[in-house]
């Protein structure tokens, strides 16, 4: 599905665009994206088609997926405007092409596959994150942007709040669920390795909970479990208290976040890209979905749960401050941010 000429997604474009810092560095530029229709890669790469028809930027526009018939669903109303790259990147990367800039947005990003595949997820991190260097090297690539997560950051007390990115917390490595945050996190140390011992620019960001309209149907996380059940009219069942603390951010702040640190961060470091003033608890934010869609919260913790599926962080609150001193300003609520989701897919649903 693609939401490129919806109204309302198409104002979220905007204000990425608009929020980008000097954004005129990206003009001219050949940029590849991993993960091109997972949630952050397909708005990455609709942003830039976005930024090319409004200001003729003469972005070349690489876009990489597993599943060439997933890409050209995606992207079915731009397919003339983008480059397809049918590529595993677990694997060698195979391709010819020469870019300037990689943003590596591919990974497992879902909580049951960390119990049902963890070694994919490992791979899917480490090894991808190796072979796109390693394609970088070769290619003399201007820089790579890796997208990790605020997971790294592992389990902190609550006085640490927010987290800022020198910070680190403590990781049970005997925990199945931790696959995602470790191997994120030696994929970081990938990144800072090739700079070091290589001279490449890497750069590191670091999301907070996103949440946008363009979550896939493989995506299990709790918010886009919880966008489905309202549309569809059914109450939201929290399977637990709903207390775990969140930064929040937005998907066109995620992405104008992830361009400007392009743009104007510093190599060999990180970056968190969030919205401090977004914190709120799960239950909260599944709440505000609730009354912004017409549908009640309950809660349901009869149900078992994997375990190896659920994070033991109890408090996930990652600070702005480092991004917003070189100019980013993230600017959508968790309130604002809901009731656009809902505008999109209901918008969506009229054509069907």
């Known amino acids: 599905m693609t939401f490129y000429n919806n109204k309302f997604y198409k104002k979220d474009l905007e204000n990425t665009l608009d929020n980008i810092v000097d954004v005129n560095k990206l003009f001219h530029k050949k940029i590849l994206i991993t993960g091109a229709t997972g949630l952050i890669g397909s708005t990455l790469v609709e942003s830039l088609l976005k930024l090319n028809e ?15 018939e997933r890409l050209e669903q995606r992207f079915s109303t731009n397919l003339k405007n983008i480059h397809f790259i049918v590529q595993d990147v677990s694997n060698p990367i195979n391709s010819d092409i020469t870019v300037d800039i990689v943003i590596h947005a591919a990974s497992n990003a879902n909580p049951k596959a960390y119990s049902d595949d963890p070694i994919g997820t490992i791979k899917g991190n480490v090894h991808a994150t190796l072979n796109l260097l390693d394609y970088c090297k ?24 927010p987290f800022t990115e020198e910070m680190a917390g403590y990781i049970n490595s005997l925990e199945v669920r931790s696959c995602y945050m470790l191997s994120k996190k030696m994929s970081e140390n990938i ?3 090739y700079s070091h011992q290589y001279g490449l620019i890497t750069k590191i960001v670091r999301l907070s909970h996103v949440f946008g309209a363009n979550y896939t149907s493989k995506d299990t996380r709790a918010s886009a479990s919880f966008f489905v059940e309202a549309l569809e009219g059914n ?32 190599p060999m470091e990180a970056y968190n890209v969030t919205n401090t003033s977004n914190t709120v608890t799960l239950a909260d934010f599944a709440k505000t979905i609730g009354q912004s869609a017409g ?15 659920v994070t033991p962080i109890s408090f996930a609150v990652l600070s702005d401050e480092k991004l917003r001193l070189k100019n980013w300003q993230p600017q959508i609520t968790v309130k604002t941010g809901i009731e656009r989701i809902i505008d999109i897919l209901r918008e969506e649903e009229k054509k069907l």
């Open 54 to 68: 409004l200001e003729n930027a003469a972005i070349e526009i690489f876009a990489l997926g597993r599943s060439k």
């Open 138 to 161: 070769q290619k003399s690539v201007e820089q790579f942007i890796f997208i990790s997560s605020g997971e790294v950051y592992g389990e902190l007390p609550r006085e640490k709040v």
């Open 191 to 193: 990144c800072i390795s």
């Open 235 to 266: 109450d939201i069942i929290l399977r637990s208290l709903g207390n775990h603390l969140r930064s929040y951010v937005y998907i066109s702040d995620a992405a104008s976040g992830i361009l400007s640190v392009v743009t104007v961060g510093e």
């Open 295 to 309: 549908v009640s919260v309950r809660f349901d913790i009869s149900e078992s749960v994997d375990p190896a599926s």
